[in-house]
């Protein structure tokens, strides 16, 4: 089993034999059911790969499709030209830096498809090369844009900078509306969801599909999906940790299972702790350990959040979506970036109770709570704060 550890590129993962757990009849009923769509995803949870596999789709790539679900779907495989950012590709420290991105990306654009781009700011340039796009090729134009919430995610408390980081993504952004007649396709990822208003207020038609049951299982994986096509590592996993498969799938699962991003829909799997684990045989904190959530710790401190509330907290769905209200509560944020998640919907209130998804997360989370709420050392406090914040 060659597995995509590090892998987001879907082109790469399938000339080379990587794993690929199929989402594509998922992918081929996004592009026929609508136009614009934004996906909210922790990180490390799978949104750069759809990314690519929906570029891969737009442009015609059959073969690499072989075998999976759209191959009987699909029935044209038309060539479209495809504009794909990812944004997770710098440090934007100035609001310059960001326009530096941009630019390049145009000009990157630009030579992949021989058209001369004219324009004095990057959202004029973009504006020109979709319409000079559609003119060249007589297809209309598909823009992907992947972690588009980088630039403000880093500026989180630099609000004057974060401030002119907005106005510049949301001109960016918002030249795709009137060049509705152009654009066949448009997708925007991001681990977290600012408000419509601060950045997507001028491309007002995405539909968020965070939090639609029909699309819960585009990324990450399902239980169903390791029992049809892991099983047989799960069984080398038990065998190396010197317990029987059923017992490894229950520790499987109750150390990397258990997001929901709906009421009543399945749990799924955090895929980079699963697929580390099943290529280690060891059941690590994978996810926790490629990220440190000082700033979400720090912001907890700083609304003087009671940490006894993190397993009981309910929310609508309107604030659940929004992390505009973060200097009023972090719990909208602890969702988005995956260390809570939907564990009970109240039909009559309308509030989602949230909780830790999964052992590796609470683990990872009250061992990393200690130092800043406690004098002990981590290895000393884990026990006090994990039944702190239970009790």
Not at 10 to 33: I, N, W
Not at 86 to 112: F, H
Not at 257 to 279: C, I, K, Q, W
Request: aromatic share 14%.
């Amino acid at each position: 089993m060659k597995y995509p550890l590090g892998i987001q590129s879907f082109e790469k993962l399938r000339s080379d034999g990587y794993l690929y757990l199929d989402k594509t009849a998922l992918v081929y009923d996004l592009a026929h059911s609508g136009s614009y769509y934004f996906l909210s995803r922790p990180r490390r949870f799978g949104k750069s790969l759809l990314a690519s596999t929906l570029e891969a789709y737009f442009k015609g790539k059959k073969e690499l499709f072989k075998g999976l679900a759209i191959e009987g779907l699909e029935q044209e495989w038309k060539t479209y030209p495809v504009l794909s950012l990812s944004l997770n590709i710098d440090n934007y420290n100035t609001v310059e830096s960001l326009v530096n991105v941009l630019n390049n990306t145009i000009d990157r654009w630009s030579k992949d498809y021989d058209i001369t781009v004219k324009g004095s700011s990057p959202s004029i340039r973009l504006a020109n090369l979709i319409a000079a796009l559609f003119e060249k090729t007589a297809q209309k134009v598909v823009v992907l844009i992947d972690e588009y919430d980088k630039p403000l995610l880093q500026n989180l408390d630099n609000s004057d900078l974060q401030s002119q980081i907005r106005n510049e993504l949301k001109a960016f952004y918002g030249v795709l509306k009137p060049l509705d007649e152009y654009i066949r396709f448009g997708f925007f990822t991001g681990v977290t969801k600012f408000s419509k208003v601060s950045v997507f207020s001028d491309l007002n038609n995405l539909t968020d599909i965070s939090m639609d049951a029909r699309y819960v299982e585009i990324c990450g994986i399902t239980e169903a999906e390791i029992h049809s096509n892991l099983d047989a590592e799960v069984a080398l996993m038990a065998e190396a940790n010197k317990m029987s498969k059923d017992s490894c799938y229950d520790k499987l699962k109750q150390t990397y299972d258990g997001y929901h991003f709906e009421a009543d829909t399945v749990g799924l799997y955090n895929p980079y702790s699963l697929l580390n684990a099943l290529s280690a045989k060891n059941f690590k904190d994978y996810w926790f350990e490629t990220g440190t959530p000082t700033f979400l710790i720090e912001r907890l401190k700083r609304t003087d959040y009671p940490l006894n509330n993190l397993g009981t907290e309910e929310l609508t769905a309107n604030v659940l979506g929004n992390i505009d209200t973060i200097d009023e509560s972090p719990v909208p944020l602890l969702y988005q970036s995956g260390y809570l998640t939907l564990k009970g919907y109240d039909q009559e209130f309308e509030m989602y109770r949230l909780g830790f998804p999964n052992q590796e997360v609470e683990r990872g989370f009250t061992r990393f709570l200690i130092p800043y709420y406690t004098n002990l050392k981590s290895e000393q406090g884990q026990f006090f704060v994990a039944n702190f914040v239970k009790d």
